[in-house]
């Protein structure tokens, strides 16, 4: 942590956006690996996650948080909560807007909120791969018109573009300062954390309507299994976690005809933790109905809002 150039900067930028604006997967592509699971349903992101970006002349600490919306549940409001909190103190925003849909009541909601932070604002334009340049540069015009933005930078996440001049700018938006992470971090979620949202990410494929947002993961219990004596294989990390939704029949869904569906589940959350620990796993998952969690402060709580 001492061996930084003088003029070495780093600071907070709060990633902020109605759902689906392709936050998480900006966040993942600045950071250079994945750290926050995307999905195509809106409102996959329900907390707010930090990923570090190292480069030589600076450190990013981008703080991707939930989705700005009407809230239908105290679920929704307590999202809401977080991403005010996480605008607190930060040293720039980057306000995402997809290139591929106007500006909406929703942005211009969003914009005069993280205007009271008093932060320069960035205004990142997701998913240019989906846009013509035509529609691109009108897109452009029109958000430089909803607010004097200290950078309109169009990227798209997915192709590699532009990401990497993004970070140039807010760098030079941040406060001279020493790193305030080490080098070897790129996120402070703890590995329960990431496991947890990783096996949410598996079992959201594929659901529709508001299946989404019944789903909420827990890890009960990870124990490393030694091998057996002369066994230079690394050992098996053996993870219990619960899938709760709100109602029995959900729980059908989740399961699928024969348990199928959660066969498939476990298949993919397997491959994606194992890929995170650098080791074999073994995955035990179950169902279990909380009838309204959403709605039920308590559960909130045990669920981690």
């Known amino acids: 942590m001492t061996d930084f150039p003088e003029d070495f900067k780093a600071g907070f930028v709060s990633v902020v956006g109605r759902p689906n604006a392709g936050k998480s997967t900006l966040m993942n592509a600045m950071v250079g690996t994945k750290i926050a699971i995307t999905a195509d349903q809106p409102e996959t992101t329900r907390r707010v996650i930090r990923g570090i970006v190292h480069r030589d002349d600076g450190q990013l600490i981008l703080v991707d948080t939930p989705g700005v919306h009407r809230p239908r549940t105290l ?3 307590r999202l809401n909560d977080m991403v005010g909190t996480a605008l607190a103190d930060v040293d720039a925003v980057a306000l995402c807007m997809p290139a591929d849909e106007s500006a909406g009541p929703g942005d211009r909601f969003i914009l005069d909120q993280v205007k009271k932070a008093g932060a320069p604002i960035v205004a990142v334009l997701t998913k240019t791969d989906k846009v013509t340049k035509e529609a691109l540069a009108e897109r452009i015009i029109e958000v430089s018109q909803m607010h004097e933005f200290a950078q309109i930078v169009p990227v798209s996440a997915v192709a590699g573009e532009q990401v990497d001049l993004l970070g140039d700018l ?9 790193p305030l992470y080490p080098k070897d971090t790129i996120t402070d979620e703890t590995e329960e954390e990431l496991i947890a949202e990783l096996i949410r990410e598996a079992a959201l494929v594929g659901v529709r309507e508001e299946l989404p947002h019944s789903i909420a993961v827990v890890v009960e219990e990870m124990i490393e299994r030694p091998r ?3 066994d230079e294989r690394p050992p098996v990390m053996a993870i219990n976690a619960h899938l709760y939704v709100e109602r029995p029949s959900q729980k059908g869904i989740v399961i699928g005809k024969g348990g199928q569906r959660m066969k498939k589940v476990g298949q993919q959350a397997r491959h994606n933790i194992e890929r995170l620990l650098g080791q074999p796993v073994y ?5 279990k109905v909380a009838k309204e969690w959403q709605r039920d402060p308590k559960m909130l709580g045990r669920l981690g809002f």
Do not use: N, T
């Open 228 to 230: 057996k004596k002369g």
């Open 283 to 287: 995955l035990d998952l179950h169902v």
């Open 75 to 77: 679920l929704g409001q």
């Open 170 to 178: 807010l760098i030079e938006l941040m406060p001279q300062s020493p």
